[in-house]
T-cell receptor, first 116, second 116 residues
Framework: DTGVSQNPRHKITKRGQNVTFRCDPI?????LYWYRQTLGQGPEFLTY????????KSRLLSDRFSAERPKGSFSTLEIQRTEQGDSAMYLC??????????????FGPGTRLTVT | AQKITQTQPGMFVQEKEAVTLDCTYD???????LFWYKQPSSGEMIFLIY??????QNATEGRYSLNFQKARKSANLVISASQLGDSAMYFC?????????????FGQGTRLTINP
């Protein structure tokens, strides 16, 4: 197991275009999280999945953002009609249930989005 | 509201010295957890140490220890015998349980630079 992976690592897009990012969590982890990190700030929570169910969404996640985890494995985060303010690092993390493990979230390397 | 405050934007330390990174938190939850993550320039968030609110002893992981003072709502990270590879951003985070999810709330981070 090589940990959480994210693709692409970098994405440059023009304002108004749609983009999609993928996250592959650690295989036995049933919980998956998306965070956004802007320059000079700590990560901010966006959304959370337990298996395939999306159980929590931050108000940061406007209606231009949608996330899915169709089979409870990998997840995608789509941003429609991108804006320059969407430029950020998008981080994915996964974890086991707190009942069976520590509370540690394992993070991927992130996807850096630049909207021009 | 739940909040993490890291008051040191940057710290400069000589190699082999110990360093303390400050973290204070605000929460109305009775049960919570506190994490420290390291983020090198590559961008990946690396878990360092965890302290639960009901843990009576301070957490330790190798050269890392967490100085947990519950009454003061502080959770400072102590790195002993600093190394050049410790140069990175360090984030303090608090775990909140929402529908079984461990949503992390991060501080703004401290950039640590180890000088040879």
């Amino acid at each position: 197991d090589t940990g959480v992976s994210q693709n692409p690592r970098h994405k440059i897009t023009k304002r108004g275009q749609n983009v999609t990012f993928r996250c592959d969590p650690i295989s036995e982890h049933n919980r998956l999280y998306w965070y956004r990190q802007t320059l000079g700030q700590g990560p901010e929570f966006l959304t959370y999945f337990q298996n395939e169910a999306q159980l929590e969404k931050s108000r940061l996640l406007s209606d231009r953002f949608s996330a899915e985890r169709p089979k409870g494995s990998f997840s995608t985060l789509e941003i429609q009609r991108t804006e320059q303010g969407d430029s950020a690092m998008y981080l994915c993390a996964s974890s086991l249930s707190p009942a069976v493990s520590s509370y540690e979230q394992y993070f991927g390397p992130g996807t850096r989005l630049t909207v021009t | 509201a739940q909040k993490i405050t890291q008051t040191q934007p940057g710290m400069f330390v000589q190699e082999k010295e110990a360093v303390t990174l400050d973290c204070t938190y605000d929460t109305s939850d009775q049960s919570y957890g506190l994490f420290w993550y390291k983020q090198p320039s590559s961008g990946e968030m690396i878990f360092l140490i965890y302290q639960g609110s009901y843990d009576e002893q301070n957490a330790t992981e190798g050269r890392y220890s967490l100085n947990f003072q519950k009454a003061r709502k502080s959770a400072n990270l102590v790195i002993s015998a600093s190394q050049l590879g410790d140069s990175a951003m360090y984030f303090c985070a608090m775990r909140r349980l929402i529908q079984g999810a461990q949503k992390l709330v991060f501080g703004q981070g401290t950039r640590l630079t180890i000088n040879p």
